[in-house]
């Protein structure tokens, strides 16, 4: 196979979110980055480097809101060589360094977040996030008699892959569609969630339908609860950047629109949640209030305005 034709095939499979969920599209993203490096047959290090940013480019467009593969692409590429062979190595020690470092974060916020759940507690989650499921896993694992209540997560019914990995954990789980969230907010001690995008004030941008049962949340004093790599937060919105949500395609919600005449579909596949309704952000470095997230850019991203041109 053609080396690009590898990273296409990844970038297809993040696109069509075959491989989806923010860790492990930029897991997906950074190993497919060092695998091709490997192939890469440059004479000089410009022509090295061009070729790295092109495959880095294609990976980068797949999923327009998850700063994660930003963030993974970045630190994968951030190499300061002399020669083709050291650049070559220094990348894919960056990548096999981020993906250990990312399985070991799922690990860690598992063992913290973990803590916020108590014995005989109901906790909700909404998609699917390993980070959530580590923290839920966790708790269970440490002996805590818990239930979950998992959404289904339309379109894409992200809950039945939740809920298979649940039950394959031996934990109980009820399944509900997203509009039940209210009807059973008070039964709920905690909702855990994971992020796409955790921006420079706290704010989260998760899977769509999370703003809302953040509102239930809150209206029914139920703690809510983000689980995040610390590679979820958002460098550029410390220079006022936007997060863009994606608008996916309107077949995953109607299969066929041909008969409507004046009918359009929206399908935004993420939304916004004020950091007024997080209670908690649980991160490898630590459970944090969402205040704090400027902290955690700064000082775990090493980003700084300064930074303007990275
Ligand atoms: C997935 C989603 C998840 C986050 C966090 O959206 O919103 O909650 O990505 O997941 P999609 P994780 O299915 O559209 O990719 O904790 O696994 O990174």
Redesign the pocket.
């Known amino acids: 196979m053609n080396p690009r034709n590898q990273v296409l095939e990844t970038a297809e499979k993040i696109r069509s979110?075959e491989i989806?969920?923010?860790?492990?599209i930029a897991t997906a993203a950074a190993a497919s980055l060092r695998d091709y490096s490997l192939s890469i047959e440059a004479k000089t290090l410009d022509e090295f480097n061009a070729e790295v940013k092109g495959a880095s480019d294609l990976l980068l467009e797949t999923r327009p809101t998850a700063v994660s593969l930003s963030n993974a692409l970045r630190m994968v590429t951030k190499y300061d060589a002399k020669d083709i062979d050291s650049a070559r190595q220094a990348l894919v020690n960056n990548a096999i360094r981020f993906i250990e470092n990312s399985r070991v974060a799922v690990e860690r916020i598992g063992q913290i977040g973990s803590r916020r759940i108590r014995d005989g507690d109901t906790v909700l989650t909404h998609?699917?996030?390993?980070?959530?499921i580590s923290v839920i896993g966790a708790a269970h694992k440490s002996g805590k008699k818990i239930k979950v209540i998992a959404t289904e997560s339309r379109p894409?019914f992200?809950g039945i892959t939740t809920i298979g990995m649940l039950d394959r954990l031996g934990i109980e789980t009820e399944l509900i569609v997203d509009s039940a969230a209210r009807s059973v907010m008070n039964e709920v001690d905690l909702v855990v969630?994971?992020?796409?995008v955790i921006t420079a004030n706290g704010t989260l941008v998760?899977?769509i339908g999370t703003a809302q049962i953040a509102l239930f949340a809150h209206e029914a004093r139920t703690s809510f609860m983000v689980?995040a790599e610390t590679y979820k937060f958002s460098p550029k919105t410390i220079l006022g950047e936007l997060v863009t949500i994606e608008e996916r395609e309107a077949k995953e919600v109607l299969p066929d629109i041909s008969k409507y005449k004046h009918v359009k579909v929206r399908n935004p596949?993420?939304d916004v949640t004020p950091h007024q309704y997080i209670d908690l952000i649980c991160t490898e470095a630590g459970a944090i209030p969402p205040e704090m997230s400027y902290i955690i850019i700064r000082e775990r991203l090493g980003w700084d305005i300064e930074d303007e041109d990275n």
């Not at 998609?127 to 959530?132: F, Y």
């Not at 969630?193 to 796409?196: F, I, K, L, T």
Request: glycine share 14%; aromatic share 4%.
């Open positions: 979110m989806r969920g923010a860790g492990r998609c699917n996030s390993l980070a959530a894409r992200q969630v994971g992020a796409d998760n899977k689980a596949a993420f």
